[in-house]
């Protein structure tokens, strides 16, 4: 058996359609909430993390938050918020962001971690010095 609106009722009747006594039922609930924060990411220090966090089922919002002490722009309760780390996260390495569901069911929620690269130093060498002869 199936339902995909969430929504069960049950009634008892002892009589007929137009009289006798009735009892119903009615429950709606919602469906289990599914959280997906999307895959971990290896970035070069000093990219912003654009996010894609999609929350479904029971509810549709959400809220970001972070280990670490960047900022979540334009919100932290925007699902495709750019997350902009700190000096502290670099200088960590790391970072982990959750998406948590929001909304009157159980929250659930998913993490994603964000590894920062050290930016490459280019070096050519030592200078040289040339005659112009």
């Known amino acids: 058996m199936s339902n995909t609106s969430d929504v069960f ?11 006798g006594c009735r009892y119903g039922f ?15 990411r290896n970035l070069c220090a000093g990219e912003n993390v654009a996010l894609a966090g999609s929350v479904s089922g029971g509810s549709t919002t959400g809220i970001w938050t972070s280990t670490g002490t960047g ?15 700190s000096i502290g996260d670099l200088a960590l390495g790391s970072v982990t ?10 929250p659930e929620s998913d993490d994603l971690t964000v590894t ?3 930016v490459p130093v280019p070096d ?10």
């Open 26 to 40: 009615f429950s709606e609930f919602a469906g289990e909430i599914v959280v997906d924060a999307g895959p971990d």
């Open 116 to 118: 920062f690269q050290p």
């Open 97 to 106: 962001l959750t998406l948590t569901s929001t909304g009157n069911c159980t």
């Open 9 to 19: 009722s049950l009634a008892i009747i002892n009589g007929g359609a137009t009289s």
């Open 71 to 85: 900022a979540f722009q334009p919100s932290d309760t925007d699902l495709n918020a750019t997350y902009v780390p």
């Open 124 to 133: 050519a060498g030592p200078a040289i010095q040339a005659c112009s002869n």
